[in-house]
Each structure stands twice: as structure tokens, then as C-alpha cells.
């Protein structure tokens, strides 16, 4: 579903205005330690304590986060080297860090090698649609220095995907609004054991298989759009689709999800994704979320903001170390015509 007409729900929109949270102020510190096993199906469960195991033909523990000076790199292979927390042929999984500002380009509507942006200083990402993109493409972000990241949507099926087949009707849901043929996935503790394998093939055929870096894991948040999947097991499938990035190996972001969490979730997830991408947190009053005690930022770990309606404080953004910035809504390459971007911290500048 890319990208999203209104992440939020009328009512939830009404709840996230009425509690605005306030970015802190000050830099950030510390970071976490990430340890993620690898889910290659089967079904996962949620602890109270936040603890989650993944069952079936492996099995995923995640513990919470320690506190180190940088952000951490797990082990596995990658593919290219930036600065400020990276992936290299050393074998580590990209982790970007939130010391220094990290270029954001979210290009998951259109993408050609043309639209590899000039005049770019310090870490740089592409975000592009993982299905349509090829290892050609994936080369020349990294052969620009830039880290390439594969959009999957792991939440919805749409109609246009080569393997919708693949789905059996026991696991789709109603329509996604505003989507004409795409269709919510049931990631119920009973249906994860199809979903899983699904999107394990996805994350090696149009991620790993061209050499992506990263996953960008779209619509984690079923639970907060439809009955039919419950709070626990949406949380636990998405456990498990991080377990299955890092199998592979590759780096996974939380997308949106951290906003509709309680603060004692936040160990698990922290544990298990590597970096988080935010839709509109300054329009929905949100941002506070990552820089909450125990969050992202302060665990020393990047945080993406994109706002489409209104724009970032940028002051404040670049205090807090969010990257943020606004953009066009269809999220098309730079050559595309309707593409927009203004970041808070300019493309050619490396500090906060």
C-alpha cells in the first residue's frame, strides 16, 4: 500500500490530537544491543513481560535493550558501507545510528537510477518498492556510497503483486480503505503459520536476491484498522517478520507501530528492529513517542519522520535527532512529476 492516504483512523486521529506529545528537548544518548534469532514460520507469542518466542521451524527470543555508547551491528552480511551506522562486506546488519543526520529518500512510487540524488553528504538511504526494483537498481544506490532499502508490504495484499495467488483466502480480511482491491491479511495466531513462509520468500526473492541492505515492512498495525486480528497476535506476527529479516540477514524499520504501543512493549521492540519510519507524527502530535524513555533515540537509534500535510519543527526535530521531513505524497523519484522534498537537515550537511 504505498504510500499511505491516512495512516490513522478518524478516531484514533481524535485520540492522538487530544494528547499531544511534546518532543524532549536535549540529545539524545545511549544505545541498544540488538538480539533477534531467526522465525522461519510457525506462530509467535507475546509475554507480559514483553518476552517473545516464535515456534514452529525456528524459534526467536528478544530481550531488552542495554545501553551502550553507539548504536549497535548485529552480525550477518550486507552489502554496501556508509558512515553512521552501517552495513559492509564484514557481514553486518545495517543500524543506523542517531548521532548524525541520515538523508532519507522515500522513492517506494517510482524509481529509476535517475533519481539518485547529487550533492549528498554523509549516510544516505533509499527506500524503493522491493517487488519492482532490480539488483541493477540496487547496484547503483550502491555504487553512490547509499544504503538501499526494500519496501514489502507485509500487512495487505494488493491486487498487482505477483503472488497473490499464493494467498490463500483463510488469511484476507476486508478492503483497505481508499485502496480499490487491496485487502487486509489476517495475521491471527492461526494463520501465521501460511503468512510467515509467504513473506519469508518475499523478503529472499525481492530483498535479499538483489542485494537490498534493509526492509521497510509495511502495515504492521492491522489491528488498529480491523476486528478479526487482536492486539497480541498483530504484535507477535510482527516479531516474527522482523525475526525473518534478520535470518537472511538483512536490517528491518519499524513502521508506525512504536506510536500505538504501551511503554512496557517497548524492550521487545527495541530488541528486534533495528530503526523506525514514522508517517505524520507532527501532524498527529506523535513524535514525543521516540524520544520517550526507552524509544528509539535514546536507545541511539535512527528515527525517520515524514510528514505530507504539514511542516516538521525543524528546530526541534534536529534537537531531538529525528530526520525529519516533508514530502509529496505519492513518494515518486526525484524525476517524477509531483516530487517534493524538504528535509529539516539539508542533503549536503553531516550534523545535527
Partial sequence: MPPTLSRHSPLLALGALA????????????????????????SASVSSSGATSVSSTGSTSTSSSSSSSSASVSSSSSSSSTSGGSSSSSGAVWAPGASAPIH???????????DILPGQAGPVVYDIDGQSATAADVAAIHAAGAIAVCYVDVGTLEPERPDVASFPASVVGPAVQGWPGE?????????????????????????????????????????TNISGVTEADNLAYDLAIAGLAHALPLSIGLKNVMTDLDPSQYPSFLSAFDWALNEQCYEYGECGTYTAAG??????????????????????????????????????????????????IPDAQTTW
Avoid at 494528547?19 to 510457525?42: F, R
Avoid at 532519507?104 to 535517475?114: L, N, P
Wanted: hydrophobic share 40%; proline share 4%.
Fill in 19 to 42: 494528547s499531544i506529545a511534546l518532543l524532549a528537548c536535549g540529545s539524545p544518548g545511549g544505545s541498544t544491543s540488538s538480539s533477534t534469532g531467526q522465525g522461519t514460520g510457525g
Fill in 183 to 223: 485487502k487486509w491479511l489476517l495475521a491471527t495466531a492461526a494463520n501465521q503459520s501460511v503468512l510467515l513462509p509467504l513473506m519469508q520468500a518475499r523478503f529472499a526473492e525481492w530483498c535479499q536476491g538483489k542485494g537490498f541492505d534493509g526492509i521497510e515492512a509495511d502495515n504492521l498495525d492491522a489491528w
Fill in 104 to 114: 532519507f529518500h522515500w522513492m517506494i512510487g517510482s524509481f529509476t537510477t535517475a
Fill in 295 to 344: 524509544s528509539f533515540i535514546p536507545a541511539g537509534k535512527a528515527v525517520f519522520d515524514v510528514e505530507y500535510n504539514v511542516a516538521p519543527d525543524c528546530a526541534q526535530a534536529n534537537l531531538a535527532h529525528l530526520n525529519a521531513q516533508e514530502t509529496d505524497l505519492d513518494l515518486v523519484g526525484a524525476t517524477a512529476s509531483g516530487y517534493a522534498y524538504t528535509p529539516c
